[in-house]
């Protein structure tokens, strides 16, 4: 049994340094995971009402052939849900340098440093979400590849789960920033705004329970 609890452990420790932004998870509680899933939740709801609420309502209100799930379908190859990965995660890049970040007064250092956990990597990930959704949608919605006498058509399915898989990440970004946000709440009232501060005293936090 103490094998297994060890392996069991020591698999979970080692998918922290494969999974994006999960090694400092264990410093959040189960309060800071359930707020974050909460928030995520209405925020998901409500965004996405625009792709879902007409292929929903439509057969009620409206006479037709057409279902739901093939509506939506639709709708996701479109590209329009690379818009909304692109409107989910774009404002972490200006909530998290503009709240957490700071100029260092060192100046043997990076001019600009940012005092929360995985900070350089969420404003690179969602740049890069950005990037990617930006480039997709503007392809998929230039004239040249819009007529059907076109040579080059796209992939429906193909759109269809890169667009879902995309989403997806874009909501653990998410979910990840909230929980650490909610993990920091005390530390950013009471230490500091200096990144060596606040990282030494993280780091030395205990486990939540």
């Not at 957490?100 to 043997?108: L, R």
């Not at 796209?154 to 979910?175: E, K, M, P, R």
Request: aromatic share 18%.
């Amino acid at each position: 049994m103490q094998q297994i609890e060890r392996a069991f452990w020591w698999i979970l420790n080692a998918a922290t340094y494969v999974v994006p932004f999960s090694r400092e998870f264990r410093k959040c509680s189960a309060r800071d995971f359930k707020e974050a899933f909460q928030e995520l939740a209405i925020t998901t709801f409500f965004s996405t009402m625009p792709l879902w609420i007409m292929p929903l309502l439509g057969p009620i209100i409206f006479r037709t052939d057409v279902s739901f799930s093939h509506e939506l379908f639709g709708t996701i190859t479109g590209g329009e849900l690379f818009v909304y990965c692109a409107a989910l995660v774009g404002p972490l890049i200006y909530i998290i340098t503009r709240r957490y970040g700071e100029m260092s007064e060192d100046n043997n250092r990076f001019g600009f440093t940012i005092a929360f956990p995985h900070g350089v990597s969420f404003v690179l990930f969602s740049a890069l979400i950005c990037l990617f959704a930006g480039f997709a949608f503007s392809l998929m919605k230039n004239p040249i590849f819009l007529p059907k006498e076109s040579p080059v058509h796209f992939n429906a399915n193909g759109i269809f789960w890169t667009s879902i898989v995309v989403y997806v990440f874009s909501l653990y970004c998410i979910f990840s920033a909230s929980a650490y946000r909610n993990a920091m709440t005390e530390f950013v009232k009471d230490t500091p705004r200096d990144e060596d501060t606040f990282s030494t005293q993280f780091e030395n936090r205990k486990n939540a329970e």
